[in-house]
């Protein structure tokens, strides 16, 4: 089966801009503090449910990767681009990084103790997102965590640059129910969610949304 046109645009796109978005986006340390707090609160959850590791999805270079391993998890990251794999792997060498997508994860049915997908499905098509969140529900153990955090919102972009290079990739922002009732819909159950407005290095509203795999699904 071709690959879906979007997840090449994606992977051409994020190779390109690669070291770039190195240099330019912060590190989690520099990150709002509320945005801190819900990664710490994730952490802590799936810590103390133990179900299995935490699938960074998304990982870009990997550094929020190594901030949830700071925090006690049992992390890995996994990522579209070769090239945001390979900075990861070489800034963070006793961390797994794998090339996957979203729309298939190479994982077993109920292996993963937490989901974290931080600004990392707004490339997603809507029409694909249901399958994006079965490959969540799927893989999360029972009592398994999601963190999402994105932009939100409703409209297309077509940016034709990004992080100071051409790039090709479209973003998608959704209203925040439009993505709890995915979520829902997906078999997860929607436990807390902060919005926040435009502010400091954001320009757009973005949301936090921490779900849970119900016990016995």
Known sequence: MAEPS????????????????????????AMDPLSRAMLAGFAELVRTAGPGPVADLGCGPG?????LAG?????????????????????????????????????????????????STHHTPPQWLPAVF???????????????GDYVGDERLQPTQGYGRPVSYESYLLPLECMVGLLERAGLVVTARLEQEPGGMANRPRACLLARKPEGT
């Open 6 to 29: 979007f997840l090449t645009a994606v992977r051409e796109s994020y190779d390109t801009v690669a070291a770039d978005y190195l240099e330019r986006v912060p590190p989690p340390a």
């Open 134 to 148: 079965a490959e969540f529900h799927r893989t999360l153990a029972p009592g398994g965590y999601l963190l999402w």
């Open 63 to 67: 550094r929020v990767t190594a901030h």
């Open 71 to 119: 925090l006690g998890v049992s992390a890995f990251g996994v990522d579209l681009s070769p090239k945001m794999i390979g900075l990861a792997r070489h800034a963070y060498p006793d961390l797994r990084f794998t090339e996957g997508s979203m729309t298939a994860l190479e994982m077993r049915d109920d292996e993963l103790g937490g989901i974290l997908a931080w600004y």
